[in-house]
């Protein structure tokens, strides 16, 4: 099975802050990896699909890139609804589906 | 498109649970749904999905034996069950499909 490593697992940061997590592909995934955000007692929420697709709804200060095995997430100016806990996500219909294993994101 | 699942279960170890989550706003028949779990303050588990349209499922070799997956069109519902429960076997699971997730369902097993 495909694993996927996210970084870092902790990340200080302050409002109006640019953050990066990054996460890599065992192998080619083309683009499809997803990256959602959590927080304490709820379902997980999608931000981005097919590596760079903004979900609709969610703020343009959320942005993705990459493909094959590397991708990128990033939070520009974050925001004090932005602290969270955020994953990423190997996904196809067929699959298995494989996360990264979460990057908590503090208040500094 | 949204998925409504079942309430919260506690469960003795050696029973059942299972959980449901019901479809709507989208062709059910038309995604595959997958189950996924996540152990208190643990990461996401993928557990298999089913094909509502046929029935066919594909379970993680974890749970081969204890997991069954089924679904009913006619009320675009599935269903998750997983038997002789275990300890750790307490977590949120999740329905979901490509974008969407269910609100998750607490099962406990306590003895």
């Known amino acids: 099975d495909i694993q996927m490593t996210q970084s870092p697992s902790t990340l200080s940061a302050s409002v109006g802050d640019s953050v990066t997590i990054t996460c890599r592909a065992s192998q080619s995934i083309g683009n499809w990896l997803a990256w959602f955000q959590q927080k304490p007692g709820k379902a997980p929420k999608l931000l981005i699909y097919e590596a760079s697709s903004l979900e609709s709804g969610v703020p343009s200060r959320f942005s993705g890139s990459g493909s094959g095995t590397e991708f990128t997430l990033t939070i520009s100016s974050l925001q004090p609804d932005d602290f969270a806990t955020y994953f990423c996500?190997?996904?196809?219909?067929?699959?298995?589906?494989?996360f990264g294993q979460g990057t908590k994101v503090e208040i500094k | 498109a949204q998925l409504v699942q079942s309430g919260p279960e506690v469960k003795k170890p050696g029973a059942s649970v299972k959980v449901s989550c019901k479809a709507s706003g989208y062709s059910f028949t038309g995604y595959y749904m997958h189950w996924v779990r996540q152990a208190p303050g643990q990461g996401l588990e993928w557990m298999g999905w089913i094909n509502p349209k046929t029935g066919v499922t594909n379970y993680v070799q974890k749970f081969q034996g204890r997991i069954t997956m089924t679904r009913d069109t006619s009320i675009n519902t599935v269903y998750m069950e997983l038997t002789r429960l275990k300890f750790d076997d307490t977590a949120v699971y999740y329905c979901?499909?490509?974008?969407?997730w269910g609100q998750g369902t607490l099962v406990t097993v306590s003895s």
């Open positions: 996500q190997h996904y196809n219909t067929y699959s298995p589906w494989t």
């Open positions: 979901a499909r490509v974008g969407y």
